[in-house]
C-alpha cells in the first residue's frame, strides 16, 4: 500500500488524497506558463518545480527527463513513455508529499511555498493535446432508452450493439477544459408542426454524463491491442459531459450518425485519475445484466447537478454509476485498434452516456424527461425538459471503499460547463 499520511492536510471528504495523485496542467499568477501538475488536499503540486529540485532521480524520469516532461504545456509526452514511468512518477511524488519521505520538500518551507498552490488560484489548462476523440456507446440502459424513444420499443437495441462497442469519431478541436463556457448550437431540425427541416437554434440542449480514457501508449498503424494488455496503454480516466443538441442530433443521426448535435462542444474535468489509483475500486461482482466479454468496472459513483443562474447553488438531478458500464474501457481500446487502427498518446475514448437501471441514475435530460415531455421541477422556482441558457452543468466522481481498516476516497474533482447563449447566424 502507499503511504497514507501526507504533511500536507488532507481532510477526509478531500477527493485528493495521497492514495490519488492524479495528473493536470496548471498555471499560476507567478507561473503563466503551463506545466504538469498533480494534487493533494486544497493544493496544486507544481511538478515543474519539483523536478528542478531533483526530487525525480528514478531510472525512467531521472536524468532530466522529468524536467523535460513535466515543463510541457500538455502531458503527452510524459504518457507516451509508458507505465513503468507512470508509476514511479506517482510512487515519487507520494513518497515526497508523505510525513515520512525525504525531507526535501518537507522541511523546506521556501521550496513548499513555490511547489503548493492553493487550488482555487490555479488556472486549469486541458490536460492533454487531443489528436483524436472517439466517443462510444457503452451503457446499456442508456442505448436503450434513447433507442425507444426514436425508433420504438421493438427497435431499440440495433442487433450489433451487443457484439461490439458502438463508437463514432468526435470533434478534438472542441473539447474544452471544466469551466469553459459552451454556446447554445445552431443546425437542422425537423419542425414538429410542418414535418420539415428548418434552420434554428437547439431547443433541446442536454448534458451526457461520461467517463473518458486516456490513451498513453500508442499502437503501431497496422497493429492491434489486445485486451489482455489494454491496462498498459490507458493512462488514466476523467469526467465527461458530452453536451448534445437533441433536436439537431435526432434530424441528423440517420444514415452516418452523429455530426453537429455533438462537435460543439464537449467537457473534461481538469485531472486525469490514473489506473492504479482507482485499483482498488475495480468490482470484480458484476450484475447479471453486465455479461460482455472480459468483465472489467470501476465503481466510480457519479453524479450531476444544475445551477440555474437564480440559485446559490446547483441541485443533484443525477446519481449513477461507472459499473453500470456494459462495454469496459479494455474492450473499446482492443475493438478500436482490432482494425489496425493506430492510437496516439493524449488520443480520448469517452464512454457515452452512463445510465443506471433506475430512474434516479439516468444520465442525460432526453431521458429524465423523456424527450421534454415530463419537464421536472428542478428548484422551487424552476422546472427543466433540457439546459436553458445561464445554467452550468456541473459533474463529480469518485471511488470510497474501506481498505486495510481505513477509508479511501479518490475523486475526479468536477467538470463545469455554463451554456452561453446562441450566436447571431451569419446572413
Wanted: contains cysteine.
Amino acid at each position: 500500500m502507499p503511504p497514507v499520511a501526507s504533511f500536507v492536510e488532507v481532510l477526509p471528504d478531500s477527493d485528493f488524497p495521497l492514495e490519488n495523485i492524479p495528473f493536470g496542467v496548471i498555471s499560476t499568477a507567478q507561473q503563466a506558463s503551463p506545466r504538469a501538475a498533480t494534487a493533494i488536499g486544497t493544493y496544486a503540486v507544481d511538478l515543474l518545480v519539483l523536478a528542478k529540485a531533483g526530487a525525480f532521480e528514478g531510472p525512467q524520469l531521472g536524468n532530466g527527463v522529468a524536467e523535460r516532461v513535466f515543463g510541457q504545456p500538455a502531458l503527452n509526452e510524459f504518457m507516451s513513455l509508458g507505465r513503468s514511468a507512470w508509476r514511479e512518477a506517482r510512487s515519487t511524488i507520494q513518497a515526497t508529499l508523505s510525513e515520512t519521505g525525504p525531507s526535501k520538500l518537507r522541511g523546506n518551507k521556501t521550496l513548499q511555498a513555490e511547489v503548493l498552490k492553493p487550488l482555487n488560484s490555479v488556472q486549469y489548462h486541458m490536460p492533454a493535446q487531443i489528436g483524436d476523440y472517439t466517443d462510444f456507446y457503452a451503457s446499456k440502459e442508456h442505448a436503450t432508452n434513447v433507442g425507444v424513444m426514436f425508433r420504438g420499443k421493438e427497435n431499440a437495441l440495433m442487433p450489433n450493439w451487443v457484439h461490439l462497442p458502438v463508437g463514432y469519431h468526435g470533434r478534438a478541436s472542441s473539447v474544452v477544459v471544466s469551466g469553459t463556457p459552451i454556446t447554445r448550437p445552431s443546425g437542422l431540425i425537423l419542425n414538429p408542426q410542418t414535418k420539415a427541416p428548418e434552420f434554428s437554434t437547439s431547443k433541446k440542449l442536454d448534458y451526457e454524463l461520461e467517463v473518458a480514457a486516456f490513451v498513453g501508449i500508442g499502437n503501431t498503424l497496422g497493429d492491434s491491442i489486445p485486451v489482455s494488455q489494454a491496462d498498459d496503454h490507458i493512462f488514466g480516466l476523467a469526467l465527461m459531459n458530452d453536451w448534445s443538441a437533441r433536436d439537431i442530433q435526432q434530424y441528423e443521426y440517420v444514415p452516418l450518425g452523429p455530426f453537429l448535435g455533438k462537435n460543439f462542444g464537449t467537457t473534461i474535468s481538469p485531472w486525469i485519475i490514473t489506473l492504479d489509483a482507482l485499483e482498488p475500486f475495480r468490482d470484480p461482482t458484476p450484475a447479471s445484466y453486465l455479461n460482455a466479454g472480459t468483465y472489467d468496472a470501476y465503481d466510480v459513483k457519479l453524479e450531476v447537478a444544475i445551477k440555474p443562474p437564480s440559485a446559490e447553488k446547483p441541485t443533484v438531478v443525477s446519481r449513477s454509476n461507472l459499473k453500470y458500464m456494459y462495454w469496459s474501457f479494455k474492450q473499446m481500446l482492443a475493438h478500436h485498434t482490432i482494425n489496425g487502427c493506430n492510437m496516439r498518446a493524449g488520443d480520448l475514448l469517452g464512454s457515452g452516456t452512463i445510465s443506471g437501471p433506475t430512474p434516479e441514475s439516468l444520465g442525460s435530460l432526453l431521458e429524465l424527461s423523456k424527450n421534454g415531455s415530463e419537464p421536472f421541477q428542478l428548484t422551487a422556482d424552476d422546472t427543466r425538459a433540457f439546459i436553458e441558457d445561464g445554467d452550468e452543468v456541473v459533474m463529480r466522481g469518485y471511488c470510497e471503499r474501506d481498505l486495510d481498516g481505513h477509508r479511501i476516497r479518490i475523486g475526479f474533482g468536477e467538470a463545469r460547463g455554463k451554456l452561453a447563449p446562441p450566436k447571431p447566424a451569419p446572413m
